[in-house]
């Protein structure tokens, strides 16, 4: 595996597992993945009804944040990529597959995640923060 396929690899994944905190009307731990889609959401209702109010404000909130992970996430990724790629191709996708099962079998098995956006409680892991 190359250093540049380990990069987006990591990336993704980081974007869709590691808890980061957001400040809307409530702080909560959500994935920047998360924040994305949420703020996707919000910008369809001001495509479709006007930027009037309240959701116009929501939606560039929501995607200011996540743009901001993002490219953090984008910097670690490559940080991690490069420390990898020193282990010869074998090796870097091996530890970029470790550290992939890792990080999704975490977000998956404990209830890493806080968000107020949640209809059930205010906790929650991988499987049920994208609900």
Known sequence: MTARAARWLLWVTFACVIPLPFFLVESGAVPAARLLLLGGAASAIVVGEGPAGAVAIVA??????????LAALWWLAAAL???LARSGRRGTAVLTALVVL?????????????????SRSLHGNLLEIFE
């Open 60 to 69: 560039g909130l929501l995607l200011g944040q996540a743009l901001l992970y």
């Open 81 to 83: 990529a490069r420390g």
């Open 102 to 118: 890792a990080s999704v079998g975490a977000a998956a098995s404990f209830d890493l995640y806080r968000t107020p956006f949640r």
